[in-house]
C-alpha cells in the first residue's frame, strides 16, 4: 500500500474518532493507501504532545498555516470549530493536500461554496464526515429503497433530541462549548444535528426544495468564558421543519437539545406506498422493516438484526450476530474514501454535496426568522 501522511487539526471528539479511523481502515480494509499519523495540529501544545503521544503522532504543530505548507503532509482532516472550516479548506486545497472535513462544510453556504470551488478548482479529493451515511442499517435501507421497494416514498420523517443545553448556568463559547456561540458555530441544532438528518434523508429520499420552520432559544442569554461577560445568545436551541422533496414526499424534521432523558436519540422513518422502513440510532444493529405485500396472515414489523456477512460492511467485521459501534461509521467512510482515492473517483458526500445540505439549512434558519415557507437555493 501507497503511504498516505495525514495531518489532522484538532485534538477534540472528531479529532479522536477521525484518528482512530486512520488508523484502524487499514486493518480490516483492502485500500490502496495506508493511513500514517504524521501530524497532529492544535493550539495547546502541551496537550497536543500528550494526544500525540496517546494516538501515535509523529509530530505536533499548533500552527494549522505551517501543516498546511508541510511537504511531509499529503491529507488535511480538518476537525476543529465550524468558524476555522473554510480558512483551512481553502489553503489546503491551494497547497494541493486532499482535504476531509468535519461537518457541516461551513457555517453558512457563502463559506460552503468558497470551500467547494477550491477543491474543484485545485482538483484535490474531498468528503465530509457524514458518518450516519455508514450505519450498516442505514445503509441496508438504501438498497431496499433503490431496489424500489418501497415504491411510491410518501413521508419522511427524523428527529434528532438531546437535553445537555438546558442549565441556564451552562456558560457559552470557549474549547468546550464553542457549539453555543453563534460566531464558532453558524447555527445551532439546525447545523449540527439536524444537518446529519438532512443529510441522510437527501442521500435516501433525493432532494428537498421547500421548507417551512420555526426556531425557538429558549435561554436567551449566557455568560460567554471567553469574555466573561453575559451576553446574548444567538443560536437555534430547538428547531422544527417541514419539507418537500423533489419526489413529491413531505418530510418532518425536529431537533432540540432540551428534550430531557435523550442524549443522542435520532430515528428516521420512510413510508412508501409498498412498505415502511424505521432505524434508531440507540439500537443502530437493527433495522425495522414492513412490507403490506406479505401474506396477510404472517404481515407485521420485521425487526432486521444488521449483523450478517452479506449485509453492508459487516464481512470486513465479526461473525454473525456480533454487533459494532459509532466508532465504525468512521473507518467505513474512510474505507470508501481510500478505495475511490485509488480508483480515480470521488467518494461521497464530496464538499459540493455538503453544500446541499448546507443550502437546507440555510433556507430553515430564513424561514424560521421569517415564518414563511422557504424555497431551498436550486444548484
Not at 8 to 37: C, E, I, W
Not at 227 to 256: K, M
Amino acid at each position: 500500500m501507497k503511504k498516505l501522511n495525514i495531518g489532522v487539526v484538532g485534538y477534540g471528539f472528531m479529532g479522536r474518532t477521525h484518528s482512530n479511523a486512520f488508523l484502524k481502515v487499514a486493518n480490516f480494509f483492502d485500500v490502496s493507501y495506508q493511513p500514517v499519523l504524521k501530524t497532529i495540529c492544535a493550539r495547546n501544545a502541551e496537550r497536543a504532545n500528550a494526544f500525540a503521544a496517546k494516538w501515535g503522532y509523529e509530530s505536533v504543530e499548533t500552527d494549522w498555516r505551517k501543516l498546511v505548507e508541510s511537504p511531509d503532509i499529503d491529507l488535511v482532516d480538518i476537525a476543529s470549530p465550524n468558524d476555522t472550516h473554510a480558512e483551512i479548506a481553502l489553503a489546503a486545497a491551494a497547497a494541493g493536500k486532499m482535504v476531509t472535513c468535519d461537518k457541516p462544510l461551513g457555517r453558512n453556504p457563502v463559506e460552503a461554496e468558497a470551500m467547494v470551488t477550491a477543491v474543484e478548482t485545485s482538483g484535490v479529493a474531498n468528503t465530509v464526515w457524514y458518518n450516519y451515511r455508514r450505519f450498516p442499517a442505514v445503509v441496508l435501507a438504501k438498497q431496499l429503497i433503490d431496489e424500489g421497494r418501497l415504491g411510491r416514498v410518501f413521508h419522511y420523517r427524523a428527529k434528532f433530541l438531546q437535553d445537555w443545553t438546558i442549565s441556564p448556568a451552562l456558560p457559552q463559547g470557549g474549547e468546550s462549548l464553542w457549539r453555543l456561540d453563534v460566531n464558532v458555530a453558524g447555527s445551532g441544532v439546525s447545523g449540527d444535528l439536524l444537518a446529519h438528518a438532512i443529510d441522510t434523508a437527501m442521500w435516501l429520499n433525493g432532494r428537498i426544495n421547500e421548507v417551512s420552520a420555526m426556531t425557538e432559544t429558549f435561554i436567551k442569554s449566557r455568560k460567554h468564558n471567553l469574555s466573561g461577560q453575559v451576553e446574548p445568545v444567538s443560536i437555534d436551541d430547538a428547531c422544527a421543519f417541514l419539507a418537500r422533496f423533489d419526489n413529491g414526499s413531505l418530510g418532518t424534521f425536529e431537533a432540540t437539545r432540551y428534550a430531557r432523558g435523550h442524549k443522542a436519540l435520532y430515528t428516521l422513518e420512510i413510508n412508501g406506498e409498498h412498505a415502511s422502513i424505521m432505524w434508531d440510532l440507540e439500537d443502530q444493529h437493527r433495522l425495522q422493516y414492513f412490507d403490506h405485500r406479505d401474506e396477510g396472515r404472517v404481515r407485521g414489523w420485521r425487526s432486521i438484526n444488521v449483523t450478517d456477512r452479506d449485509h453492508p460492511y459487516m464481512a470486513h467485521w465479526w461473525v454473525p450476530g456480533l454487533q459494532i459501534g459509532f466508532e465504525h461509521t468512521f473507518i467505513h467512510q474512510l474505507a470508501d474514501f481510500l478505495v475511490a482515492l485509488g480508483e480515480g473517483k470521488s467518494a461521497s458526500p464530496t464538499f459540493r454535496e455538503a453544500l446541499l445540505t448546507d443550502d437546507v439549512t440555510d433556507a430553515v434558519l430564513q424561514s424560521g426568522a421569517n415564518r414563511s415557507w422557504v424555497k431551498v437555493r436550486p444548484r
